[in-house]
């Protein structure tokens, strides 16, 4: 689990096609959305939003990220 993350850390997750790579650009403590996928955080179960190296933006809980 990667505690403290912050925008532009770098960062690894667990992906179905292996380890997967890219960026923190930011913490979300409030319900957002991706695209048409609604991302339900809070203070208390904040995820973050990561741009992988190939483009594509998803939301990761902290435990799910490893800083690279």
């Known amino acids: 689990m990667a505690a403290n993350l912050k925008a ?4 690894t ?3 179905h096609g292996g380890t997967a790579h890219g960026k923190v650009e930011k913490k979300v403590t409030k319900d ?7 991302v339900r955080a809070s203070k208390d179960d904040p995820q973050y939003i990561v741009e992988s190296d190939n483009g594509g933006k998803a939301a990761h ?4 990220l490893k800083k690279a």
Do not use: R
């Open 8 to 11: 532009g850390d770098t960062v």
């Open 13 to 15: 997750w667990k992906s």
């Open 32 to 38: 957002t959305k991706i695209k048409d996928h609604t």
């Open 61 to 64: 809980k902290a435990g799910a």
